[in-house]
């Protein structure tokens, strides 16, 4: 093919920021039903209640994970952690299948960005008239939209920054605290603090050089690559030599392919880049350039799709293979850990009891030749119902609790509790002794156990 002529864009008054212009169409729809969808939850979903407990609540103090109606434990963390590897898994797979459609349709640094520029619109015009603002505005226009935009970022940032935070410190208490200045802990001010600058930062000033610099996920993602992934594509064939013409130009006359060089698929781009050039690591996938070129082709009576999401193959006129090797490993990996996942989640412990030795000493004589351990006792109803709970000991021949333990524990309750036990003398296997604490749900088939040492004296 022909060198490809290269037209330079107006980029703007100021070399370091992208004036990007907005665009309509399906994609741009697509984008703002997603991103406006993951905003709310994110907003939202530390005020949603369910049988009392937030949808997604991290209580640190109670070493307790609430999401959506089910509570883990510290005990649970390999359930969790199988969580994060399937979530990794389900993105390798649309990866491969779709590119990095994550980046510009779900990702929060893209959603943060959506909305600050949505507001940075709002405020100071399109983008020719935020160029005209930046180059040549008075101050007496200038000073007031940028101070109201900027302020408008820092309340966004600032309301991040609480949502955040109410993930840990209940959000019902904690805006009430906030207003009335009585939040008793430091980290809740500093963590507040911290995202309102990192958001206000990220979203209005970092904006694609996150992307392009600080995510990780941007510089490995094309190692899943294939020519069968769908991705974001200009069809060169079909588009140059491109030129500006008339609309009745005859385009076979001219030698002229469908491309009329306006720029607008570049203006649109949010990180700036000319995907005419080819497949590049800047390229979020956001389908803005689609929306963007269909409009001029409209507009032009010719066919959309010079810019499509495609894969290679398809633009090179091969059949797509629909699934590649790679996106059924990634898929058969992520099912085979999601049915693991379940079952680890059925069979886990809704009871729990941990056993730990009173300090006091190792050992009292009781009546009759018996002798005595002292424990502390830690039993833990891990379900939303009250329970009753009972706790017996097993060990030698005549072992028993001094009190027996009966007693009712409250949904996702703990309790710490006394407990002693007595054995004949006779009993003890030497110095130290094997016994067992049992807790039982009545009613259920729930039941926990530990073993811990009994300690006599030397035989
Ligand atoms: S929007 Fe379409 S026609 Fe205009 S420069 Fe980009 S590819 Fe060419
Ligand atoms: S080239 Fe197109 S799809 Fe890629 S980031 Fe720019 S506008 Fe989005």
């Known amino acids: 093919m022909s060198d ?49 407990r937030p949808l997604v609540h991290f209580d640190l103090p109670e070493r307790q994970f609430h999401l959506l109606g089910t509570t883990f434990w510290p005990q649970d963390f390999f359930i969790l952690t199988l969580l994060l590897i399937i979530a990794a898994f389900g993105l390798f797979f649309v990866t491969t299948l779709f590119g990095r459609i994550w980046c510009g ?40 939209r940028k101070v109201l935009k900027h302020a408008l970022w820092l309340g966004i940032g600032f309301w991040t920054g609480v949502t955040f935070v109410g993930y840990f410190y209940p959000i019902r208490e904690l805006v009430p605290d906030l207003f009335t200045f009585s939040v008793t802990t430091g980290w809740a001010v500093f963590w507040i603090g911290f995202f309102s600058v990192a958001t206000y930062l990220n979203a209005g000033w970092m904006r694609e050089k996150v992307c392009l610099y600080v995510c990780p996920y941007a510089r490995f993602q094309s190692v899943m690559f294939s020519p069968d992934t769908r991705t974001v594509t200009y069809d060169a064939n ?82 797509r293979r629909r699934f590649q090797p790679r996106t059924l490993g990634y898929g058969v990996a992520m099912a085979l850990l999601l049915g693991t996942m379940a079952v680890l989640l059925m069979q886990r412990d809704t009871l729990d009891i941990e056993v730990s030795r009173d300090r006091g000493g190792l050992y009292q004589t009781g009546p009759n030749a018996t002798i005595e351990n002292s424990y502390s006792l830690k039993l833990s109803n891990r379900t939303n119902q009250t329970r009753e709970l009972s706790v017996r000991v097993a060990g030698p021949e005549g072992t028993h609790l001094l009190e027996p333990i009966a007693m009712e524990l409250g949904p996702l309750d703990t309790r710490s509790l006394p407990a002693v036990v007595r054995i004949p003398q006779r009993e003890l296997e030497g110095m130290s002794t094997p016994v067992t604490f049992e807790v039982i749900a009545e009613g259920s088939e729930a039941r926990n156990s530990a073993e811990t040492p009994f300690i006599g004296p030397r035989p």
Do not use: H
């Not at 703007?12 to 984008?31: A, E």
């Not at 990702?107 to 005209?132: D, H, L, Y």
């Not at 690591?281 to 009576?301: I, P, S, T």
């Open 238 to 319: 079909r588009g140059e030599p491109r030129g500006p013409r008339r609309k009745d130009t005859d385009r076979a006359e001219a030698g002229l392919g469908d491309c009329i060089d306006c720029s607008i698929c570049v203006q649109v781009c949010p990180t700036g880049i000319d995907i005419r050039n080819g497949m590049q690591y800047e390229c979020l996938d956001c389908g803005l350039c689609v929306d963007a070129c269909n409009q001029v082709m409209d507009r032009m009576g010719y066919d959309r799709g010079l810019i499509r999401y495609a894969t290679e193959r398809e633009v090179e006129g091969q059949p």
């Open 4 to 52: 490809i002529p290269v037209r330079q864009v107006d980029a703007g008054p100021n070399p370091d920021r992208i004036y990007v212009r907005s665009t309509t169409g399906f994609y741009q729809k697509l984008r703002t039903v997603t991103l406006w969808t993951l905003m709310g939850l994110y907003f939202a979903a530390c005020w949603i209640q369910i049988n009392g």
């Open 105 to 144: 349709f779900t990702c929060p640094q893209t959603a943060w960005t959506f909305i600050f520029m949505w507001v940075e619109e709002k405020v100071e015009g399109s983008r020719n008239q935020r160029m005209k603002l930046d180059r040549k505005g008075s101050l007496s226009q200038w000073l007031p």
